[in-house]
């Protein structure tokens, strides 16, 4: 099974800042099959990015993503208050699907 | 417009089964592969279970939590997944989400549905 550690696991931001989390997987993984969600409090999960680099739909382009390998990050590249949320990571690359354990993001 | 809405969700006693339905539209059913994913409260994600597409034989894949109690299945006919939940445990409590998988990742998830297991 891969494990996906995510850091930092809670973070607080100020509106403007630049953040970064970043996904550590147990195995190498194809760039491919690494995805971010954002998850509100309340909702269900919300595809991010696909594929360690692609916005989803109507996701704003102030998200990007990175990574290759085993070390991967997601980046705000300005803080707002609607992105207060928890965000994953997720493998796709084998069987046990994994998500990563979760970083709650939220606002100074 | 795609839609998943799961249903069947309750209180049930410990050793009790209940099963899930997740109702779909807006896509071709058999077309795709099809996932169910829990939340236990306050914890993270966990995928459980995944219907491959009928290109695949609607094969199916268990995480070890669950491998030997839950089922999944489809009716193509109305296009509805099913989860299929036996023995039940306390920690299979949890908000149990379906959702459409791609090589793009989930993009589609339903609402979730609340199992929680309680004598």
């Known amino acids: 099974e891969i494990v996906l550690t995510q850091s930092p696991t809670t973070m607080a931001a100020s509106p403007g800042e630049k953040i970064t989390i970043t996904c550590s997987a147990s195995?190498?993984?194809?760039?491919?099959?690494l995805h971010w969600y954002q998850q509100k409090p309340g909702f269900s999960p919300k595809l991010l990015i696909y594929r360690t680099s692609n916005l989803a739909s109507g996701v704003p382009a102030r998200f990007s993503g990175s990574g290759s390998g085993t070390s991967y990050s997601l980046t705000i590249g300005t803080m707002e208050a609607e992105d207060v949320a928890t965000y994953y990571c997720?493998?796709?690359?084998?069987?046990?699907?994994?998500f990563g354990s979760g970083t709650k993001l939220e606002i100074k | 417009e795609v839609k998943l809405v799961e249903s069947g969700g309750g209180l049930v006693q410990p050793g009790g089964s209940l099963r899930l339905s997740c109702a779909t539209s807006g896509f071709t059913f058999s077309d795709f592969y099809m996932e169910w994913v829990r939340q236990p409260p306050g914890k993270r994600l966990e995928w459980i279970a995944a219907s491959r597409n009928k290109a695949n034989d609607y094969t199916t894949e268990y995480s070890a939590s669950v491998k030997g109690r839950f089922i999944v299945s489809r009716d193509t006919s109305q296009s509805i997944l099913y989860l299929q939940m036996n023995a039940l445990r306390a920690e299979d409590t949890a908000i149990y989400y379906c959702?459409?998988?791609?090589?793009?990742?989930?993009?589609?998830w339903g609402q979730g549905t609340l199992v929680t297991v309680s004598a």
């Open positions: 195995s190498s993984i194809s760039s491919n099959y």
């Open positions: 997720q493998q796709g690359s084998s069987i046990p699907l994994t």
């Open positions: 959702a459409r998988a791609a090589t793009e990742g989930f993009a589609y």
